[in-house]
């Protein structure tokens, strides 16, 4: 919210800099973004006072030489006028009129001054000389919005309002000093000049002014000519009306047009501008209806019926009806006359009762609605607007008729309206007082601060609360503060958010100031926090792969079925997906299923700036579960890895890129750091699309299943009581790794021949992961073997390599295989696989007649479970 200094100096009578009032709000609360300085010390482009003044246009004649160009006669203070040569075209309706009977304002800047070059893109900054233009010299200039610095207008020079002094410097006219503040949602009662003047008020000690709007209604009273049914009270808890007529629109006064463009709200009309005005500086929107398109006069607050529709100021039709095509979850409030409806209520008023230029009786609305109805129509319909940001952030209950008197008083005085007498007033839910009882003793067990009884109603009283002490005298000794009285304080309407006494606390310490309440230090020491198992893993595994080279990325959980088609197309199935009620963008409204999809669209992003990408997500998936509203929400580990297998070197000729066996190696060392290595093994995988079915495999972890599980199998006991069982080992898939299917490279548009990726159960491998294990360094030498088999094909390397373990048990140390061929040599169906096999024992140099028993175990094995033979 931008707020101009001079619009809250009518209010708040504060003489501190700029700079520490943006630091007193800042510790208030409402924190200063922002500074804008126009035209004083300190803007981009300060206005010269000796060369930028106030002037009188006195006359306007053609100019000799040129159609598009008039001579302005000019007076700003000095012995005699001056001539400028303008090309303004709000200047060419006084051309040829002689002496001008009601001279103009505008602002003169004479040579040398410096302004922004009016015709240049941007804000170009240039030093004003004389020269001949068309024949007529002309050495000073009458200047627009934009070469002063206040807009990028240019159409036409600046029109002063009529008492505007002549000759005085434009600073100190117009100069400005406008703070942009971030509003929280708790702070809805700053969303106007007045109540940042109250805030600004309370933190720096300065007097408050709030005048009461004064209005001289002469017109025939409003009885009988204007009404209001509200069908809908628990929506709707107010509703006024107030009537203009005989009003002429037009534009409105340049003091107001100056002010609504510095609070970033551009002027339009007398009307429309003095409903924005009002709205800035007390907080109550307003909406004006042209009253000849009110049937009767009659206005409806009702809920949106099936079917109906509106078209709205910005020229939308919309549909009324909840649904996809209108965006609404609910029925939006509506304010109708018996025809239809006329406005989204608390939103945006509709094009059938829109005020133009042809309007005479202005019907003025100014109402209280529900925030959360204002707010989910808002975002369903995709309009916010200044109104609607107030309303659902909640307005106070006595505006409405103070914003009824500003308006009308405004619309009296710059659009020549007749005022009717009274108002139309619907209080069906009237403002309910809330009273609270304040002990010093809760400030200081919540604020840490000591403060009796008086200061604690002082601060309290400078941002409107009503206080009153009660049960005996304020005793400021804090041993005494079981015995001190209590502050009664009464919530004034415009603090919708207090209803609770720590409410008043954070009021009590902000006035106070944050910076004078001093830490406190415990009287004992923290105890040790207890250290989750699952999140030391969950950083265990992040340290493991940083290791492993790949850097970790954050996606978004929220995506669209697009996107997830290009991934998966058969699980863009949008009702199997958990979705938000309020996306932020339609193009995320879905909660993942997998990480994949996000991981591969950040993959594409990755590889259009470079040739190489490494990367790790640990996130988590969101799961609908029957039943419930909340999903299940498990991790997972995702993996990532695409291009070269070497960084570019000079001394790396090898630009192999990445496959399945670089994928596979990183989950091998994850899986060796969880100390799951005998636990986990792997298996082709042929039924998952977004892989290719030759370069992929699922990652299965050995699980054991308890007895008393077992037992509970169907035919376990023949229909009678469970017997006892034995507790079963099971083979669980905890992830899927591979190259993506090259048409799923295709669809996510992937610059890259090979693509592995990777997605692991991260909540298993932590249940099942173990704390590493630690063997002594054997004093005695290794004995390094190979042995080369012939096997079938379809046997899996990784069945070959357990039955090798198996028989060799704890004396074989190491197992690499390093070599594998097919070919006629071996016959058809079969391949050979050679490895070295290295023994140790712990106790003992092994002898050959030991080593010898260990092959022939080994061999055995091999023979027997797979067939496999010893080739020559």
Sequence with gaps: MKVPLSWLREFVAVDLSPEDLAHRLTFGGLEVADIHVIGLEGAELPWD????????????????????????????????????????????????????????????????????????????????????????????????????????????????????????????????????????????????????????????????????????????????????????????????????????????????????????????????????????????????????????????????????????????????????????????????????????????????????????????????????????????????????????????????????????????????ATVAQGFVDAYPRPWQTITL???????????????????????????????????????????????????????????????????????????????????????????????????????????????????????????????????APSEAVAEQYVKLANPNTPEKTYMRRSLLPSLGAALTMNLRERERAAAFEIGRVYLKLVGSVLPDEPRRLAIVLAGPRAVESWAVADREPMDYYDLKGVVDTLVARFNLGDRVSYAPLTDDERFHPGRSAALLLEVEESAEAVAQQPGAGDGAAPKKGRARILSRRVGVLGELHPAVRERLELPVPRAALAELDLDALIGAAQPPTFHPISRFPATVQDLSIVAPAEVPEARVAALIRRGAGDLLEALTLFDVYSGPQVGEGKRSLTYHLTFRAADRTLSDEALAKVRKKIVGGLEREIGATIRA
């Design 49 to 416: 006072a000796d060369k930028i003044v106030t002037c009188n246009i006195l006359e306007v004649m053609p100019h000799p030489n040129a159609d598009k160009l008039v001579l302005a006669t000019v007076d700003y203070g000095a012995p005699a006028p001056h001539t400028v040569v303008t090309g303004a075209p709000n200047l060419f309706p006084y051309r040829g009129l002689g002496r001008l009977s009601h001279p103009l304002r505008a602002v003169f800047a004479k040579e040398g001054a410096r302004l922004y070059d009016g015709h240049a893109e941007g804000k170009v900054i240039t030093t004003l000389k004389g020269r001949p233009v068309r024949g007529v010299m002309s050495d000073a200039m009458l200047c627009s919005e934009k070469e002063l610095g206040i807009s990028e207008e240019h159409d036409g020079i600046i029109i002063l309002e009529d008492d505007a002094p002549v000759g005085v410097p434009l600073r100190e006219f117009m100069g400005e000093v406008v703070f942009e503040i971030e509003i929280t949602p708790n702070y809805a009662r700053a969303l106007s000049i007045v109540g940042v003047a109250r805030e600004l008020s309370a933190l720096t000690g300065a007097r408050l002014t709030l005048p009461t709007p004064e209005l001289h209604a002469d017109g025939p009273a409003i009885a009988g000519r204007a009404n209001v049914t509200i069908e809908a009270p628990d929506l709707c808890p107010r509703f006024t009306l107030g009537l203009a007529e005989g009003v002429r629109i037009g534009p409105s006064p340049q003091w107001m047009q100056r002010r609504l463009t510095s609070a970033g709200m551009r002027p339009i009309s007398n009307v429309v501008d003095i409903s924005n005005y009002v709205m800035l500086e007390w907080g109550q929107p307003t909406h004006t209806f042209d009253y000849d398109r009110v049937e009767g006069g009659h206005l409806i607050v009702r809920l949106a019926r099936p079917g109906e529709r509106l078209t709205t100021l910005d020229g939308k039709d919309r549909d009324l009806t909840p649904g996809a095509e209108s965006g609404l979850e609910r029925p939006p409030l509506m304010v109708c006359d018996v025809a239809g409806p006329l406005a989204v209520a608390g939103v945006m008023g509709g094009a059938s009762s829109e005020v133009g230029e042809t309007t005479t009786t202005v019907l003025l609305e100014a109402a209280i609605w529900e925030p959360v109805q204002i707010r989910k129509t808002a975002r369903g319909m995709k309009l916010p607007s200044e109104a609607s940001r107030r309303f659902e952030r909640g307005v106070d209950y006595e505006l409405p008729l103070i914003a009824q008197r500003r308006c009308l008083e405004l619309m009296r005085q710059y659009a020549g």
């Design 437 to 567: 009882d304040l002990p010093p003793s809760e400030v200081a067990r919540i604020v840490g601060v000591h403060l009796g009884a008086h200061e604690i109603a002082d601060l309290l009283g400078r941002l409107g609360f009503g206080c009153e002490i009660r049960g005996g005298s304020a005793i400021g000794d804090f041993a005494a503060y079981a015995a001190a009285p209590v502050v009664r304080v009464t919530v004034p309407s415009f603090r919708l958010d207090v209803s609770l006494l720590a409410d008043l606390c954070e009021e009590v310490a902000r006035v106070y100031g944050y910076e004078n309440v001093h830490a406190t230090r415990m009287a004992d020491e923290l105890p040790l926090a207890a250290q989750s198992g699952a999140l030391a893993l969950e950083q265990r595994a992040r340290e493991v792969l940083v290791g492993c080279g790949l850097s970790e990325l954050i996606t978004p959980s929220l995506l669209d079925m697009d996107l997830v088609a290009a991934v």
